[in-house]
C-alpha cells in the first residue's frame, strides 16, 4: 500500500534548534514533490505557531503556516473547549496562541508546556496552590517529554515539572501532544487511512510508539534526541540516519507499490 500522507516531527528531525538536519530543506521538497500529503507535528511549547513557521522558512523550508499542527494549537482548543482560565507555564511567546486572562473569573487551572524561565520554586508553587485549593481545577500538559535536544546537548523537558505537580497535589494531567492518540488521528487527513501514513520522528515514545498504538507506519532518525539505548515497542518500521534517508524510504515503498 503507497503512503499518501507524512506527519513530520520538526524540533530533532527536522531542524535542531535553528539549523536543518542534513539535506533536510532538499529532502522535504522532493517529498512534497512525489504528492505524499505532509503536515508538521509538533510538541514544541517554546514558541508560538507565527514564530516557527517563521523561523522554518528563515532557514529555507518551505511551509504554509497552516501545516503546522501544534500541541500549542491542540491545547488551545482544549481551553477554549473546557472554557477555562489557567495559569500558564509557558515562554512569553507560546503565550500568543492561548486566549487572554479572564481578570473577572479566579484562575481556575494550570497549562505546562516547555518553558525553562518558568520553572522556578514561586511560580511552581503558584500552580501547586491553584490545583490545590479545588480537586476538579485541570493540570493541562501539553506534552510532558522528559529531555529535548539543544545545540549543546540534550536538556530537561516539562515532564518533571508535570509530574511533580500531580504528585504534589494528587492531579492527574490531561496529556494533550504526543503521544496521545487524538493528536495523531486530528492531524491526519479524514480521507485516508492510518496505514496509509507515516510518522517521522526522533522520539522512540512520542513519536514513534505513539504513531504505532493509532495504526500509523513509523520511520525513526538516529538525530536529535535518539539515543541507541531507548528502543520503540513494537520497533519502528524503518530506523534511518536522518530526515533526508527517512524520504527516501518513503519514495521507496511507494515505488514498490507502483502508485
Request: net charge neutral.
Amino acid at each position: 500500500m503507497a503512503l499518501k500522507a507524512a506527519l513530520i516531527d520538526l524540533s530533532g528531525t527536522l531542524l535542531i534548534e535553528d539549523k536543518p538536519t542534513p539535506n533536510a530543506v532538499e529532502a522535504l521538497k522532493r517529498l512534497r514533490d512525489s504528492g505524499v500529503f505532509v503536515k508538521f507535528v509538533t510538541n514544541t511549547t517554546k514558541e508560538s505557531q507565527t514564530t516557527l513557521h517563521s523561523n522554518l522558512c528563515k532557514i529555507g523550508f518551505q511551509l504554509e503556516k497552516s501545516e503546522i499542527y501544534s500541541s500549542l494549537s491542540a491545547a488551545n482548543k482544549f481551553v477554549v473547549k473546557e472554557k477555562l482560565n489557567p495559569y500558564y507555564l509557558l515562554t512569553d511567546d507560546a503565550r500568543r496562541d492561548f486566549p487572554a486572562e479572564d481578570v473577572t473569573r479566579d484562575l481556575d487551572s494550570v497549562v505546562v508546556g516547555l518553558a525553562p524561565n518558568a520553572f522556578n520554586y514561586e511560580q511552581m508553587n503558584k500552580a501547586f496552590n491553584i490545583l490545590l485549593q479545588q480537586k476538579e481545577r485541570k493540570l493541562v500538559a501539553i506534552h510532558q517529554g522528559k529531555y529535548y535536544k539543544r545545540a549543546d546537548g540534550l536538556a530537561l523537558g516539562p515532564g518533571c515539572f508535570v509530574k511533580g505537580l500531580e504528585y504534589a497535589t494528587g492531579t492527574t494531567a490531561e496529556l494533550i501532544g504526543k503521544p496521545n492518540p487524538y493528536f495523531f488521528r486530528s492531524a491526519l487527513p479524514e480521507d485516508l487511512k492510518p496505514e496509509q501514513c507515516v510518522m517521522i520522528g526522533d522520539d522512540a515514545n512520542d513519536d514513534i510508539m505513539g504513531a504505532m498504538k493509532v495504526g500509523l507506519q513509523a520511520v525513526q532518525v538516529k538525530t536529535g534526541k535518539y539515543l541507541p539505548n531507548v528502543l520503540a515497542t513494537p520497533p519502528p518500521t524503518a530506523l534511518v540516519e536522518n530526515f533526508s534517508e527517512a524520504v527516501d524510504w518513503i519514495l521507496q515503498q511507494n515505488a514498490k507499490s507502483g502508485e
